[in-house]
């Protein structure tokens, strides 16, 4: 029998729609059987009822962890207000899932176009984790990396998509360490949840292909990394602001509607859509109005 796949999502019941779009490209393009975890603080019953859903698709296992939020209380917030404390509660997992050997963390924001098992079968040898190196770094305004205690000829990652090695973050108190490097380093933490996460475990991080995390907003200034990311991508993921289900043709944006379509919240999603699309030509019509 093959190993069931575990696949964690740290979101708030808002992102539970978004999430649920994810989770139906997973579904429908993986052959083998997964296991989804959910950490939150606030996930209704009503959601949770959604999400059984999708088991029209395909079968599948899942389990809500309930965190008390006071336990981030030590995170410093991050700089973007879209970017909810729900995000740090991955920080948790290894001692959350003791028994649990390796998994997969995704953000909402993203869908999987290809079978997960092509992530989940990577050995990433004796890491802590693996993921993408991450492409907004690579603009020199985006300085905050550079104060960063990282160690010389490190990239930074994207931890949107990422491989965890529970095992070996037990065995070396990584889940301890994320705790105290948060306070030791919290005023310079401009993305906290993935900032401490680089710091703590950059010594052990296995890079993975950028088509494990084509990032769909952000530019690839060497064109053979863009073909190696979007050429054959398992993973198309919508890094910052624009989203499919906010930007009216953002990049990629088929993609994200090939599955949404599969969603319970298909129509709630649409609708957001079409309400963004009226706000910006009534802001469009203001400013030409004033201009």
């Not at 959604?50 to 700089?79: A, W």
């Not at 290809?114 to 690579?138: C, G, P, Q």
């Not at 890094?239 to 319970?264: D, I, T």
Request: net charge positive; glycine share 0%; hydrophobic share 40%.
């Amino acid at each position: 029998m093959s190993e069931k796949i575990n696949i964690f999502f740290n979101v708030n019941d808002l992102y539970v729609k978004y999430m649920s779009v994810t989770m139906a490209s997973i579904l429908i393009n993986t052959k083998r059987d997964v296991s989804f975890y959910v950490i939150s603080s606030d996930i209704t019953e009503k959601s949770k009822k959604n999400i059984e859903k999708l088991k029209r698709i395909k079968d599948f296992d899942i389990e809500y962890i309930d965190i008390d939020s006071k336990k981030m209380d030590l995170i410093p917030e991050s700089s973007r207000s879209d970017i909810s404390i729900e995000t740090n509660y991955r920080f948790l997992v290894s001692s959350l899932k003791p028994e649990m050997k390796k998994c997969i963390f995704l953000d909402a924001d993203l869908v999987v176009d290809k079978d997960i098992s092509k992530l989940w079968d990577i050995h990433i040898e004796d890491n802590y984790m693996a993921a993408v190196k991450d492409r907004i770094t690579f603009s020199s305004s985006y300085s905050w990396v550079h104060n960063l205690p990282l160690p010389e000829k490190f990239t930074y990652v994207n931890t949107g998509v990422a491989i965890m090695n529970l095992d070996l973050w037990r065995k070396d108190n990584i889940e301890q360490k994320i705790f105290e490097y948060a306070q030791k380093y919290r005023d310079i933490l401009k993305f906290p949840d993935q900032d401490i996460l680089n710091i703590v475990l950059a010594p052990k991080i296995y890079y993975l292909e950028n088509k494990f995390n084509a990032d769909c907003n952000h530019e690839y200034f060497i064109e053979e990394e863009r073909k190696k990311a979007f050429l054959n991508s398992v993973v198309f993921h919508w890094v910052g602001y624009n989203k499919p289900w906010n930007k009216f043709f953002c990049p990629y944006f088929y993609k994200y509607w090939m599955y949404a379509f599969l969603s319970p919240y298909y129509k709630a999603i649409a609708k957001e859509m079409f309400d963004n699309i009226k706000l910006y030509k009534k802001i469009h019509i203001l400013k030409l109005i004033y201009n």
